[in-house]
T-cell receptor, first 114, second 112 residues
Framework: EAGVAQSPRYKIIEKRQSVAFWCNPISGHATLYWYQQILGQGPKLLIQFQNNGVVDDSQLPKDRFSAERLKGVDSTLKIQPAKLEDSAVYLC????????????FGPGTRLTVL | GDSVTQMEGPVTLSEEAFLTINCTYTATGYPSLFWYVQYPGEGLQLLLKATKADDKGSNKGFEATYRKETTSFHLEKGSVQVSDSAVYFCALASRGYSTLTFGKGTMLLVSP
């Protein structure tokens, strides 16, 4: 079974530029999560999708971050414009459904904002 | 709100030493508790979990017991290996929700 795929693995941009990350969850998984992991901290949930609907985006900085999950499969997370404090690893995870199921994580995208 | 507190690292051990990584939590109700491991360059992997008080989760020689009275979920292993070197995250999910709240992580370094 293929795991959660993410791309790119690394991205370096200048502040005020825009960037997008892509995630393809495990086939058949209805729930998809985006986390932000700042160096030295644990992952923090940005947004949770159930199929193509948003379940929780309370911690997503909506003035600059956006995410979509068209057709309920893969997802993109965008930052526009980026700030220095957005430097982090962005993790995507999926699980079969909402509930206390195991979440399967992708390898993450490391973003550096200069 | 929910929170998880882990001991700060790095924890440096010699191979075959005993490992304890402390984790305490604050949550309403009775959360599920997890330990995730992150090897260098990889994503997080679920190591073990416990869903109710006094449950013991175990995997790959690691164990953790859900202690409601002390709101703790300490990770232990009797004999660590060099290959156990990684960052370990304690996490919780409040009952009825799937959102995970993570601790800051504890780096474990095992030398031969």
């Amino acid at each position: 079974e293929a795991g959660v795929a993410q791309s790119p693995r690394y991205k370096i941009i200048e502040k005020r530029q825009s960037v997008a990350f892509w995630c393809n969850p495990i086939s058949g998984h209805a729930t998809l999560y985006w986390y932000q992991q700042i160096l030295g901290q644990g992952p923090k949930l940005l947004i949770q999708f159930q199929n193509n609907g948003v379940v929780d985006d309370s911690q997503l900085p909506k003035d600059r971050f956006s995410a979509e999950r068209l057709k309920g499969v893969d997802s993109t997370l965008k930052i526009q414009p980026a700030k220095l404090e957005d430097s982090a690893v962005y993790l995507c995870a999926s699980s079969p459904s909402v509930g206390r199921n195991e979440q399967f994580f992708g390898p993450g995208t490391r973003l550096t904002v200069l | 709100g929910d929170s998880v507190t882990q001991m700060e690292g790095p924890v440096t051990l010699s191979e075959e030493a005993f490992l304890t990584i402390n984790c305490t939590y604050t949550a309403t109700g009775y959360p599920s508790l997890f330990w995730y491991v992150q090897y260098p360059g990889e994503g997080l992997q679920l190591l073990l979990k416990a869903t109710k008080a006094d449950d013991k989760g175990s995997n790959k020689g690691f164990e953790a017991t859900y202690r409601k009275e002390t709101t703790s979920f300490h990770l232990e292993k009797g004999s660590v290996q060099v290959s156990d070197s990684a960052v370990y995250f304690c996490a919780l999910a409040s009952r009825g929700y799937s959102t995970l709240t993570f601790g800051k992580g504890t780096m474990l370094l095992v030398s031969p």
